[in-house]
């Protein structure tokens, strides 16, 4: 197979494998203990808003609703998962999705973590890190643990496509 080819199949793939297996995890928080995971509408809201040039706010939990701001945040969700992805076959090459190794992948979960701490958290108004939130260490430890959860995803997804490849 053509390599850039694998590159995108692989990514699509391994990244909506993973992205799948991180909301599973949130699933299990809400569920049983009762602890809620990021809600995608303000995601949503959050892009929504670019269309008007604001790519940040004061607090995004006050700024006007968007239309289809659910849509809007589930699908950015997989597409991020999809891109870091592609960005751990960049950086390993998509030979690693034939054999892969737990290291990259919980590299790069647990690198993932940059996007919430310093572009997502401060632009919704919650600061670097999640530092004006109630409870900033409660946040920075969720978040920590779910990108976690998310590279773990990105093995097993890889696992499961390298038996399909074999």
Request: proline content about 4%; glycine content about 10%.
């Amino acid at each position: 197979m053509n390599t850039y080819l694998e590159l995108i199949a692989f990514s699509l793939v391994i990244g909506i494998g993973a992205t799948l297996v991180m909301d599973i995890y949130a699933v299990i928080l809400k569920r049983f203990f009762n602890i809620p995971s990021l809600d995608f509408r303000i995601v949503g809201r959050w892009i929504g808003h670019f269309k008007e040039g604001v790519f940040s706010h004061k607090n995004i939990l006050q700024a006007e609703t968007i239309r289809y701001e659910g849509a809007i945040g589930w699908l950015a969700h997989y597409l991020i998962g999809i891109s870091f992805a592609f960005l751990l076959l960049l950086i390993w090459g998509t030979e690693w999705a034939y054999h892969p190794t737990f290291g990259p992948a919980i590299s790069i979960g647990l690198l993932t973590t940059i996007a919430p701490f310093f572009l997502m958290q401060p632009a919704f108004g919650f600061g670097i890190a999640a530092s004006k939130t109630p409870n900033p260490n409660l946040a920075r430890f969720r978040s920590l643990k779910a990108h976690a959860i998310y590279g773990i995803g990105l093995y097993v997804a890889a696992l499961l496509l390298s038996m399909v490849l074999s």
